[in-house]
């Protein structure tokens, strides 16, 4: 199967209204080009200065999500360009980015990353951390006016267990919808990322609104 068969097999069977992430990372820019041809135009990395250079070198209606862990001192190189960053874990971490998008002058979307795997690896807030920032956001005297959290992100258990994957899915879902009513200038939450090449059906089953597929679009890594 050619990247244009996959991924168009890929779109084919998402629902409407569930955004497809095309997970990048490690692939040449002539394979994204692939992708961009067949009309995909996000396009998500976990690396910085990997997203850098193909943004450099790629058509510029192209959007970047970064979905990887990011370190507070590279924001500055993504600020200019990036649209969506999906793993932001910390205050710490969105008050650098509040700071590099006004030197920008822009307003950077970014989902929370929360964690719901059973596994130790992965990063992400636990639901205090999470009430504790969004506690923050609401406050009128806070200036975070250059951010603004559009949903939540997470990543399942990599596991064939599917009713412990799907229990992980629904948490987060659980989690999502009891934010749903908050609606402050930089605070709404319509995204809600989960799911990946091995197991986005079941995400988009217990709610899912984005995917993020790599390996399937792409091959293997
Ligand atoms: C690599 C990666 C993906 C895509 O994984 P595939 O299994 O190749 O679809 C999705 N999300 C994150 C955070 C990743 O790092």
């Keep these: 199967m050619s990247i244009q068969n996959n991924l168009r097999s890929i779109q084919a069977s998402l629902p409407e209204k569930v955004t497809l992430v095309a997970v990048s990372k490690t692939k040449p820019v002539s394979d994204l080009m692939e992708a961009y041809e067949a009309g995909q135009r996000i396009f998500g990395e976990n ?20 979905i990887g862990h990011v370190q507070t001192n590279k924001v500055k190189y993504m600020a200019p360009f990036v649209s969506l960053i999906h793993g932001v874990d910390s205050l ?36 205090k951390e999470l009430e504790t920032i969004f506690e923050f956001i609401q406050e009128e005297k806070n200036e975070m006016n250059h951010i603004r959290i559009v949903g939540l992100m997470g990543m399942a258990t990599f596991t064939n267990n599917t009713a412990q994957v799907e229990k992980e899915f629904s948490r987060l879902k659980t989690i999502f919808d009891s934010y749903s009513n908050l609606n402050t ?36 890594r």
């Excluded at 910085?48 to 970047?64: G, L, S, Y």
């Excluded at 091995?198 to 609104?209: M, N, P, R």
């Design 47 to 66: 690396k910085i200065q990997e997203m850098t250079e193909k943004w450099e070198a790629m058509p510029k209606d192209i959007q970047w999500h970064m």
């Design 92 to 127: 710490k971490l969105l008050q650098e980015i509040n700071k590099q998008a006004q030197k920008n002058s822009r307003i950077i979307d970014c989902l929370l990353q929360i964690y719901i795997a059973e596994e130790e690896s992965k990063f992400g807030l636990d639901e």
């Design 185 to 220: 200038k930089n605070c709404q939450l319509n995204t809600l990322s989960m799911g990946m090449s091995g197991d986005y059906q079941l995400a988009i089953k217990c709610g899912s609104t984005m995917v993020r597929i790599g390996s399937s679009i792409f091959g293997g």
